[in-house]
């Protein structure tokens, strides 16, 4: 699709915006558009020019929308309703797959999404800056969403650019409109009795040849370029977009944070009607009849409790914490994550915010005497592997069965996995298991042995628990390997101190058995392990833990918080342990653990002058599609999913330990 180009704009008379939506249909396509309905303009099924809004503007302000006659036959002269196209290309709720397992290809697939042909008849600049943004997050990374994908492939865009902008508007600010200038099959420019017309592809350009058109006059291309300077001038909101993420993200204890939180509801309003916002839970359904259980996904919003939710507890429980965490990633880590904002101006979360919040009035609430902007991470684009047919779809699963199930502490099991014989693993990684008809989860890899790997598993949920019960030969869904690993190829040379906490020794165990088989030099390049539980009978790998200490290459402390008769060790935190030994400052350190004991390591080591680039942690948060495209595991500029588990301090130090994050 091409930029809009004044020399290629022909003139079209009003009645061929009939012929226009007549072509279409006769190819084959669904016909989408602006309509009236329940006292706004919603997009929806059109067939001909009498189901548009002819006649019809809208009049919007903080929290209010109001339609008005215009008193004119225009049929595109309003600005945006509460509907974004995003409906009909990332449905707000859409099945996955039905659990039917494809025996010759070994996977449970994704359910086919046979695509409609579809024509969106009006899109804005906006919305198409809308749709550019999405395509980053959908496919335009590692994994492919195949269904938006198809859905994309299918639609045809008839483009409106804007010459007349409404009061909630600042699109000029955030470079998105009101011209449009890409992604289009074809472009109308509205007048009274007039189009301009330019396509935008070939099968635009196929189209537009069969219209009732002539070339443009200059006096037409004149009057475009001043309807849309004119519209720029009518902006009724501006936003200050420079260092605007680094602003945010260093001012996140500005008191316009709680006065804000005062105001909001935490209703979502604001996340269901922008045409970014691409957050989603992932759920199972079934039924006690012969239907197949089916996993489906639904739009979710940040402002929800559950989006931010791991092991029955909220990161962030306030709604200062779920409002703060919503513009900071829209106005500022979006960039980091995807080369861009996650704002394109279009206005409506303000005008559909029941009390009126406004992000423009709020920004510049916050830059009044602000800290300076903090150094963000740039973007990293990431190689796309396109959507051909050799792409496994990302939820696409493996079949495999239980060799083994280890008992290692209460509610505590290590399932031993057959796997095939393709697949490879760093420690550090994790795997996405999944039972059909009750859910998935995401499990770290806590070791390997003869072709088969262990995943340790507490029983905290109803995912885990039916996990945890499985037995010898039962079988269950996996795909992975996701994420970061541990950087092993950095511990030679040096000592290496890993530290972990309770079940934050699974993602660790890889990396001590690891460094336990290596040729060391026991005075320079020494392995110590610091681990901690709250009982003795709650930690893991006991058997490991005493071949781990008879072994004179390593150096092995073990403590619990509360004593029992039976237990001679050390009793009290790790970080006590830790305050007792030699922390050398060319070390090397691996932290899992409980967010607050990473922390509080953190501290210590950072007290010790470690340098921040030699502490690693590997952090927890809600999962649902291990690709990024879920947004639950969102922590600032980084999803924990893809950029982690694994980091390194120097990475999060802007953030690590700031509550409701």
């Known amino acids: 699709m091409t930029e ?77 309703g509460p509907h974004a196209w995003k409906q009909y290309l990332f449905p707000a709720r859409e099945t996955l797959h039905r659990a039917t397992f494809d025996k010759a290809a070994g996977l449970w697939r994704q ?26 997050v959908f496919i335009g990374g590692e994994y492919i969403d195949r269904g938006y994908h198809n859905r994309r492939q299918a639609s045809f865009i008839v483009a409106v650019n804007c010459l007349r902008a409404g009061d909630l508007c600042f699109c000029d600010s955030m470079g998105t409109g009101p011209e449009v200038k890409s992604g289009f099959d074809i472009c109308l420019t509205e007048f009274d009795d007039t189009f301009l017309v330019q396509a935008g592809s070939r099968r635009g350009e196929k189209v537009v040849a069969q219209l009732p058109i002539e070339p443009a006059t200059e006096n037409q291309c004149d009057d475009m370029m001043a309807g849309l300077a004119q519209c720029r001038q009518q902006m009724g909101r501006h936003l200050e977009t420079e260092n605007l993420e680094g602003l945010l993200f260093a001012n996140l204890e500005h008191p316009q944070w709680d006065n804000v939180a005062e105001r909001c509801l935490a209703c979502g309003n604001c996340t269901m009607v922008c045409p970014t916002c691409f957050c989603y839970s992932v759920d199972e359904t079934a039924d006690l009849g012969v239907a197949p259980p089916q996993r489906e996904r639904s739009w979710d919003s940040c402002f929800s409790q559950q989006h931010s939710q791991v092991n029955g507890a909220s990161f962030q429980p306030a709604v200062k914490d779920r409002y703060r965490q919503w513009l900071t990633h829209k106005l500022g880590a979006w960039k980091s994550q995807f080369g861009t904002s996650g704002c394109v101006g279009c206005g409506r979360c303000i005008a559909w915010c029941p009390v009126g919040i406004d992000l423009t009035e709020e920004v510049a609430a916050i830059g009044v005497g602000a800290a300076p902007p903090v150094p963000m991470p740039e973007h990293r684009p990431i190689a796309v592997k396109g959507a051909d047919s050799s792409t496994a779809p990302l939820f696409a699963t493996t079949k495999v069965s239980v060799t083994d199930v280890v008992a ?37 890899l806590s070791g390997n042995s003869e072709g088969a790997v262990e995943h340790t598993i507490r029983s905290v949920g109803n995912v885990t628990a039916a996990l945890s019960a499985l037995k010898f030969g039962a079988t269950l869904d996996i795909r992975g390997p996701y994420g970061s690993a541990w950087p092993m190829a950095q511990t030679r040379d040096r000592p290496v101190t890993v530290v972990a906490g309770g079940i934050g020794l699974a993602p660790l165990r890889g990396v001590m058995r690891s460094l336990a088989n290596e040729d060391r030099d026991n005075d320079t390049e020494w392995v110590r392990l610091i681990y901690g539980a709250r009982r003795a ?20 402390a ?53 340098p921040p680039q030699n502490i690693y942690l590997s952090m927890e948060r809600n999962m649902k599609c291990a690709a990024g495209h879920c947004g639950r595991c969102q922590y600032g500029p980084y999803f924990i999913c893809k950029d982690g588990p694994v980091f390194s301090y120097d990475r999060l130090a802007f953030l690590f330990g700031k509550q409701g994050f």
């Open 4 to 80: 809009l180009k004044a020399d290629r704009l022909k003139s079209m008379p009003r009645s061929g915006l009939e012929k226009l939506l007549s072509l279409l249909t006769k190819k084959g396509f669904r016909l989408l558009g602006p309509t009236v309905s329940n006292g706004a303009i919603v997009i929806g099924d059109i067939a001909t020019t009498a189901d548009l809004p002819v006649g019809w503007t809208d009049r919007q302000a903080p929290g209010s929308y109001r339609l008005q006659k215009t008193g004119d036959n225009r049929a595109f002269d309003f600005v945006v």
């Open 111 to 136: 359910s086919d999404d046979n695509a409609v042909a579809t024509a969106f008849i009006g899109a804005r600049a906006c919305d198409l800056a809308a749709m550019a943004i999405q395509d980053r």
């Open 408 to 444: 290692e502490a209460p509610e505590v099991k290590t399932l031993v996995l057959n796997m095939p014989a393709d697949y490879h693993y760093q420690p550090g990684q994790f795997n996405m298991l999944s039972l059909p008809g009750i859910g998935e989860v995401p499990i770290s």
């Open 537 to 556: 009978d709650a930690l893991l790998f006991t058997r490991e833990l005493k071949q781990w200490q008879q072994n004179p290459a390593l150096r092995v």
């Open 558 to 610: 073990v403590t619990v918080d509360q004593s029992t008769r039976d237990w001679t060790g050390n009793v009290g935190t790790v970080i006590t342990l830790l305050r007792r030994k030699d922390i050398p400052v060319n070390g090397l350190y691996f932290v899992c653990g409980p967010e607050v004991m990473m922390l509080a390591v953190v501290r210590l080591l950072r007290e010790a002058q470690v």
